[in-house]
């Protein structure tokens, strides 16, 4: 029988009175999960509530206590790691060996940073001497119930990348989940509950695209977390803007893998294996535009190819697996398409791969499973080239001098990530200074540790989470002049 999620706020399940459900689908099996229970406008509004009143008091709660009890949750996350690992396997096709070491770890160790930060003075302000009798100060203030809508690649992840500083800095919290891996979030919820954070302070809504559409346009949030793809991102922006909400957005990228001529062509295979074929191609920063020397190509190839037999689909509570299923019916299909035109519309060179299922599947043919592809002798006017598949599916592209690279790595309305492979420090300085990305790594891929903040140029995305820089963006500054001269000072004077 399927499990029931539903609802959660005064620190409690709560059951939505919508009357409607959705369901959480196992993407290796297409087999049903759980019956999750749809927010109507009103159940919303009741979570917005319960998360405006518990504010003040938790936002009046010294730093440090605070701080306390969200370490407390942190030991909880990692004492439930394997349990909260194999939740997330199960929702979103992920291996295990993946989300064991990578999802719940790194979601708890931001949770940790925040506590820590916030506990040893983050949220400090500054006192500046103006004159003998005038100085002034600076305060950093909790902005107030703010709303987090979460992505499906990496559930509780994202969730507490949302949450830990929203908490941290004394906000509270109204928390969408993606409709197509929502498991997590009552899960967290209850965490933070037994981890001593007051009712109301982190609070759970579910549904689809109207619920998110609803709570960002809600009078009562002052702050929209968004991580998604970039039209949605995009409307989210709007409808925080139309009320001067300050908005936090991180979205899609088609981001640049550069191999210079005198990288390691089995250290930079390996980089460009990483950056498309981890989560199975399912996260935002995925280099997916892999430029080579021309000269490299045959041998990049050749490496590429010869390590392809290491990726691994299969039983995803095997901890050999490192390759997953897509996460639903619908993402699968699109996947589908791009493949499909990069066959048969963009006449790329298929080097391996394509629309196929892996084989040796052991009863999972269900499921939304795609092989490892990789396209090469592709140009920059291909869709496949062009357009964000989030996917695993690696674009091959040559190029004849760096400069050449640069320019056509830079060419695309997103930047969220960019890398570069090569022996040469000072010219991998140099690269990494003309790409027009956020984030960006030197001989190596993807990794986004706590205490780095990230984020977005162009379209992919406003502001940044994590690292110090993450916390300002869930507190306001408040500036105060004394004056202690005794005289005020006045224009309007008798002559």
Known sequence: MALTRTLYYNGAPQSAT?????QSIDPSTADILADIQCASPSDVNTAIASAQSAFHTWSTTPAIVRARILLKAVAILRDRNDE???QETRDTGKPFSETSTVDIVTGADVLEYFANLVGSGGLNGETIRLREDAWVYTTKEPLGVCAGIGAWNYPLQIALWKSAPCLAAGNSMVYKPSEFTPLHAQTLAEVYTEAGVPPGVFNVVQG???????????????KMSFTGQVSTGKKVAASAAGNIKYTTMELGGKSPVLVLPDADVDQAVDGAMLANFFSTGQVCTNGTRVFIPVSMKAAFEKSLLDKMQYVRAGDLMDMSTNFGPLVSE???????AYIRHGVEVDKAKLLYGGPEKPAALGGMERGFWVKPT????????????????????????TYDTVDEAITRANTTPLGLAAG?????????????ARLEAGITWVNTWGESPAEMSVGGWKQSGLGVENGKKGLEAWVRNKSTLVDMSGVVPTVFSKL
Do not use: R
Request: aromatic share 8%.
């Open 18 to 22: 919508s009357g409607k459900t959705f």
């Open 84 to 86: 909260l690992a194999k």
């Open 208 to 222: 689809a695209g109207e619920v998110g559409a609803y709570l960002t346009s809600h009078p009562g949030i002052a």
């Open 330 to 336: 619908v993402h699968y299909q699109k996947v589908l």
């Open 374 to 397: 990789i396209f090469t002798d592709c140009t920059d006017k291909m869709k496949i080239v062009q357009e964000e598949i989030f996917g695993p599916v690696m674009m091959l592209l």
């Open 420 to 432: 570069v492979f090569t022996k040469n420090v000072n010219m991998a300085h140099n690269v990494i």
